[in-house]
């Protein structure tokens, strides 16, 4: 990989490269060179970002966004620049790959150690949110067209459920029944947008517990990463999806279904984080319709893991046969369990907004 890092601008010579974190998408790895310099180095995944140029774009007007809110170099992430003053490379085999500094002393936790955690998620993205206000939104690129649009998400499923392109269409009845009798609610946050009752804003899309950057001692928020999906969205979505991943009770890939389930005590204290540093900018409504993104980005995520598995694993990382069908059914089984506290979810809402 040596001609690839000798083309970034970096400080020193690198001596090590080893793969490096867990996400599903692109390929990352940590560089460190002989001055003790390290650097993140990521393989940008093209099949999935179809223009990465675009993506790039983003990602580097939105770095320097946050950088002028907040100079810290820990608090945001930056771009370092390749020989040519350019933001990524493509290789001779047409990968693309970009290069990041390391925030050091920070850590991402796949999995939360105390309700603490969700609380300081919610911290993160609710300063990301906050931080990106005033970002103009129509300069950015969108990077996957209907990214959380959960009805086309739908439409793809029903495309892989006629196709069987990896003929598995046989093994996954019930869980096909459980998806396509929620397919009726899974318009109601988009609707509720078309129709301007909720606003778009420039929202991170993936808001994964293991996007959040912390500080290894304090456990506070650094920053917020894999900032590839940027794009004009919900704010339900934004939370939606970090409920879903950092208040279940088990990791998305859990094989023992029992283990699932939602943790009212981290629901409460990520939407106390959240909505303590940016309920203000909010409308009524989205707050009110928060449970709802946390519902449905559940549901969709169920929809896009079983629509992976029937096309035979084409889009998400896997690392064993049935991957994403584990992904699907942990997602349904914590739909369901949201459908059983739903009353509570919208009460707790309530409750913080009143504090
Ligand atoms: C992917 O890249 P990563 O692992 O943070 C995916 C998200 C899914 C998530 C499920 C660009 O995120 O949308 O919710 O996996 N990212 C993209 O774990 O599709
Ligand atoms: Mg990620």
């Known amino acids: 990989m040596k001609h690839l890092y000798q083309q970034f601008c970096l400080d020193g010579l690198p001596i090590a490269c080893t793969p490096f974190g867990g996400g599903h998408i692109n390929h990352t790895f940590l560089v460190v060179t002989n001055r003790a310099r390290l650097y993140i180095l990521q393989e940008i995944n093209s099949h999935v970002f179809k223009d990465v140029p675009g993506l790039m774009d983003n990602l580097t007007a939105v770095c320097a966004h946050l950088r002028r809110k907040d100079n810290d170099p820990r608090h945001s992430l930056s771009v370092v620049p390749t020989l040519d003053g350019r933001s990524f490379i493509?290789?001779?085999?047409?990968?693309?790959?970009?290069?990041?500094?390391?925030?050091?002393?920070?850590i991402c936790l796949d999995a939360p150690e105390s309700a603490d955690d969700l609380y300081q998620?919610?911290?993160a993205f609710g300063m990301?949110?906050?931080?990106?206000?005033?970002?103009?939104?129509?300069?950015?690129?969108?990077?996957?067209?209907?990214?959380?649009?959960?009805?086309?998400r739908y439409r793809q499923l029903r495309e892989a459920i006629c196709a069987d392109r990896a003929g598995r269409l046989h093994e996954v009845?019930?869980?096909?029944?459980a998806l396509l009798s929620r397919e009726d609610e899974a318009g109601?946050?988009?609707?509720?947008?078309?129709?301007?009752?909720?606003?778009?804003?420039v929202t991170h899309n993936?808001?994964?517990?293991?996007n959040v950057m912390l500080d290894a001692a304090t456990k506070t928020p650094l920053c917020v990463m894999d900032l590839d999906t940027v794009m004009p969205?919900?704010?339900?979505?934004?939370?939606?999806?970090?409920?879903?991943?950092?208040?279940?009770?088990?990791?998305?890939?859990?094989?023992?279904?029992?283990?699932?389930s939602l943790s009212i005590e981290r629901y409460q204290a990520f939407t106390s984080g959240f909505l303590t540093t940016c309920g203000k900018r909010l409308t009524a409504r989205e707050i009110e319709t928060l449970p709802w993104g946390a519902r449905l980005m559940t549901l969709?995520?169920?929809?896009?893991?079983?629509?992976?598995?029937?096309?035979?694993?084409?889009?998400?990382?896997?690392?064993?046969?049935?991957?994403?069908?584990?992904?699907?059914?942990?997602?349904?089984?914590?739909?369901?369990?949201?459908e059983q506290k739903w009353d509570e979810m919208n009460a707790i809402v309530q409750e913080i907004l009143a504090e």
Request: proline content about 4%; charged content about 25%; glycine content about 8%.
């Open 173 to 177: 009845g019930p869980e096909i029944d």
């Open 233 to 260: 969205g919900l704010v339900a979505h934004d939370f939606g999806d970090a409920i879903r991943f950092g208040a279940s009770t088990a990791a998305e890939d859990e094989t023992d279904l029992d283990k699932v």
């Open 206 to 210: 993936d808001t994964k517990l293991n």
């Open 128 to 152: 990301f949110q906050n931080q990106l206000a005033d970002f103009p939104a129509e300069t950015l690129h969108e990077t996957i067209p209907h990214f959380h649009d959960t009805p086309d």
């Open 121 to 123: 998620s919610g911290v």
């Open 300 to 338: 969709e995520n169920a929809v896009r893991f079983m629509t992976d598995y029937l096309n035979g694993d084409m889009y998400f990382h896997i690392s064993r046969p049935t991957h994403n069908l584990d992904r699907c059914r942990t997602q349904l089984r914590l739909v369901k369990d949201m």
């Open 90 to 106: 493509t290789g001779e085999d047409g990968r693309f790959w970009r290069m990041l500094d390391y925030v050091l002393d920070g």
């Open 188 to 201: 109601f946050l988009t609707a509720l947008c078309q129709s301007g009752e909720l606003p778009l804003r």
